[in-house]
């Protein structure tokens, strides 16, 4: 992916921060330091920049997936800001032009609620209460993967399986994706990896985790599994998110 041309982010530099518009100098990097801790915070700069120039600087801080992001966010949401946030139809208009540079339909960013920074702070929560609390800690990324998977298939236009198999429904959103058996042998067996261990955070949540209570004489004691579990399911979960967001709706047969 590459960065956003420049002529891209002077147009939404100068809808969220120029002359009585938008956001305050503050306002503009506090909004960006949410995507990536790169973005300076305002009482960094000796100097005064103006709000334009701070705007363009905290957008380059970011790698380009977060450019995407945060500008298409930006065109989703109001935010607080300073001065008269811009108009829905100028949004809609900065939105059209930033997707053009992803490809002709970016279907999950022309609409989808799912959103990575909030993923990763999820994820992050659940992953913060392994040393505590390893039961919790896995039932909180299982939870959170079954949710994103969930929302994506009902975003594809599918009906998620409601049995709460997580195995069911990683198998719909692969579907819904566009993700397929490949020929390749490499390829095949990458993703019907994927398939066994999810399903095998699935058994360790349902008989270990506390979704349902600990079933007696099943500990998850072992810090190191539950480590393992957490992580696959932010991992798994950050790969369809990328997919979903970024590529078009694959073409019904």
Request: proline share 5%.
């Amino acid at each position: 992916m590459q960065a956003i041309p420049r002529a891209t982010v002077d147009k939404f530099s100068r809808a969220f921060a120029g002359t009585r518009v938008g956001f305050s100098a503050k306002q503009i990097t506090d909004y960006f330091t949410r995507y990536s801790p790169l973005v300076k915070p305002h009482d960094h700069y000796a100097m005064n920049p103006t709000r334009v120039q701070l705007f363009v600087e905290s957008v380059y801080a970011l790698t380009p997936e977060q450019q995407y992001y945060s500008l298409n966010d930006l065109t989703f949401f109001d935010y607080e800001s300073k001065y008269e946030y811009p108009s829905e139809e100028m949004r809609t208009r900065l939105r059209g032009e930033l997707h053009s540079y992803i490809s002709l339909n970016p279907i999950g960013l022309g609409f989808s609620e799912i959103r990575e920074t909030e993923f990763r702070k999820d994820w992050l929560t659940a992953h913060g209460r392994l040393l505590t609390n390893p039961p919790a800690a896995v039932t909180a990324a299982r939870t959170l993967l079954e949710t994103l998977f969930k929302t994506i298939v009902s975003e594809r236009d599918k009906e998620p399986d409601g049995s709460g198999n997580l195995g069911r429904l990683l198998k719909q959103a692969e579907e819904a994706v566009g993700f397929v058996r490949a020929e390749n042998q490499a390829e095949h067996q990458l993703l019907q990896g994927l398939v066994s261990t999810i399903d095998g955070v699935s058994s360790i949540s349902n008989n270990a985790g506390d979704r349902h209570g600990t079933v007696a004489g099943v500990n998850l004691d072992d810090p190191h599994l539950a480590y393992l579990c957490v992580n696959a399911c932010g991992t798994a979960g950050l790969c369809f998110i990328k997919k979903h967001l970024f590529e078009p709706m694959p073409q019904q047969a």
